[in-house]
C-alpha cells in the first residue's frame, strides 16, 4: 500500500525538512484536537490548532495547543488590529483551501500573516495538521515558524 502524501509533506521535502507523519483513525467528520492528542499517544502541550481569523486588515492564522482556547483581544494585539474574529466554518476552503479539521499552517492559498503560541518556543516538537483530517506531522518549531514566516506570541486565554 502506497504511502499517503500530503501537499504539507510535499512542502516539507522540497524544503529539505525533516518531519514524522501521523496517521490516525477517521470518519468524514473533524476530530477535535484533544482527540487526535489522544489517538496519537502525544502529549496535548505539543499538538497544535491552526484557527483562521478576520480582521480589518485580512486574514489572520493562529497556531495554539489543542487544549487551549484562543483569546481574540491577544490575537488582535500580536498581528496589529483592533480585533479579530473567527472566520465561520462554510469559509474556510474558500480562505484556506483546507476543509475543517484538516488545516495547516503550511500550504495554505496565501501566507497569512501567522502568529504561533510561545508555548512552542519551550518545545522541541511539535504536531500540526498534514492539511487532511486523519493525518499530522511532527517537526521543530523553528522549522515551521521559519518556513512560514511566523511569530510567536502569547495568544491564549489564562
Same mark, same amino acid.
Given at each position: 500500500?502506497?504511502? @499517503? ?13 525533516? #518531519?514524522?507523519? #501521523?496517521?490516525? +483513525?477517521?470518519?468524514?467528520?473533524? !476530530?477535535?484536537? /484533544?482527540? !487526535? ?6 502529549? +496535548? ?6 484557527? *483562521? @481569523? ?5 486574514? #489572520? ?17 500580536? !498581528?496589529?488590529?483592533?480585533? *479579530?474574529?473567527?472566520?465561520? *466554518? ?14 495547516? +499552517? ?32 511532527? /517537526? +521543530?518549531?523553528?522549522? /515551521? ?14
Amino acid at each position: 500500500m502506497a504511502e @499517503t502524501k500530503t501537499n504539507v509533506m510535499r512542502i516539507l521535502d522540497k524544503a529539505k525538512i525533516n #518531519y514524522n507523519h #501521523y496517521e490516525y +483513525p477517521h470518519g468524514k467528520e473533524a !476530530v477535535d484536537g /484533544l482527540s !487526535v492528542a489522544k489517538l496519537l499517544g502525544q502529549n +496535548p502541550n505539543q499538538v497544535f490548532k491552526t484557527l *483562521v @481569523t478576520h480582521g480589518g486588515g485580512g486574514y #489572520y492564522v493562529f497556531v495554539i495547543p489543542v487544549a487551549e482556547e484562543l483569546d481574540l483581544k491577544k490575537a488582535a494585539r500580536a !498581528v496589529g488590529e483592533k480585533s *479579530v474574529e473567527m472566520i465561520h *466554518v462554510k469559509d474556510i476552503n474558500k480562505v484556506t483551501g483546507y476543509i475543517r479539521g484538516g488545516c495547516s +499552517p503550511i500550504g495554505m492559498k496565501k501566507l497569512y500573516k501567522t502568529v504561533i503560541h510561545t508555548s512552542a518556543n519551550d518545545i522541541k516538537m511539535m504536531i500540526v495538521s498534514a492539511g487532511k483530517i486523519g493525518y499530522q506531522i511532527e /517537526l +521543530p518549531p523553528k522549522e /515551521l515558524i521559519s518556513l512560514i514566516g511566523a511569530d510567536t506570541a502569547d495568544i491564549v486565554k489564562c
